[in-house]
């Protein structure tokens, strides 16, 4: 059964850092092409960011570009999303999910709330 | 960017209904894909290229669709279908979502 764990979100002032972690199971990690996508409570779906199989292609939301990173650890199953200078518009549900196109699993999401 | 507009943003249907939400993208793409997402949890994939359903959907759902216009459709409307439905393209980046359907049982 795939499964999809984020982890790493809370409460954070603004100008601040937080990195999100995601740990998948029950399908082969380094196969497939990874996303962060969020979502602020009450609105839409956002997509984030994206990062290929081997880390060979990423690519941002310009409204995160330049203050978000996207990376992985194949060995460890493990998709993360470094988060600096954050804003209160980043306060969202931040979801992982797997991509091939589509979007065929997601986890359950983990709440980040930029507040001072 | 790719722009996606869906339509209507929200409507409420009878239960035996026939229901169509329309997604309409600023440019041709090669593929939609649907999803739904109920009040507190996270979204699941509904159809996916245009018009394959996802494992587990009922065969009363259908999609449909090519270049800027795409449509997902019941054939006849049940409780559970009661949900926010989104589109998605995955032709080019930025990947982007429609604003999505809220569909409420009448």
């Known amino acids: 059964e795939v499964q999809l764990v984020e982890s790493g979100g809370g409460l954070v002032q603004p100008g601040r850092s937080l990195k999100l972690s995601c740990l998948a199971s029950g399908f082969t990690f380094s196969n497939y092409g990874m996303n962060w996508i969020r979502q602020a409570p009450g609105k839409g779906l956002e997509w984030v960011a994206s990062i290929s199989s081997s880390s060979s292609y990423i690519y941002y939301a310009d409204t995160v570009k330049g203050r978000f990173t996207i990376s992985r650890d194949n060995a460890k199953n493990t998709l993360y999303l470094q988060m600096t200078s954050l804003r209160s518009e980043d306060t969202a549900l931040y979801y992982c999910?797997?991509?091939?196109?589509?979007?065929?699993?997601w986890g359950q999401g983990t709440l980040v709330t930029v507040s001072s | 960017e790719i722009v996606l507009t869906q339509s209507p943003t929200t409507m409420a249907a009878s239960p035996g209904e026939k229901v169509t939400l329309t997604c309409r993208a600023s440019?041709?793409?090669?593929?939609m894909h649907w999803y739904q997402q109920r009040s507190g949890t996270s979204p699941k994939l509904w159809i996916y290229?245009?018009?394959k359903l996802a494992s587990g959907v009922p065969n009363r759902f259908s999609g449909s669709g090519s270049g800027t216009s795409y449509s997902l459709t019941i054939n006849s409307m049940e409780t559970e279908d009661a949900a926010t439905y989104y589109c998605q393209q995955g032709s080019s980046y930025p990947l982007t979502f429609g604003s999505g359907t809220k569909l409420e049982i009448k």
């Open positions: 440019s041709s793409v090669s593929y």
């Open positions: 290229e245009t018009s």
């Open positions: 999910a797997r991509h091939r196109g589509w979007f065929a699993y």
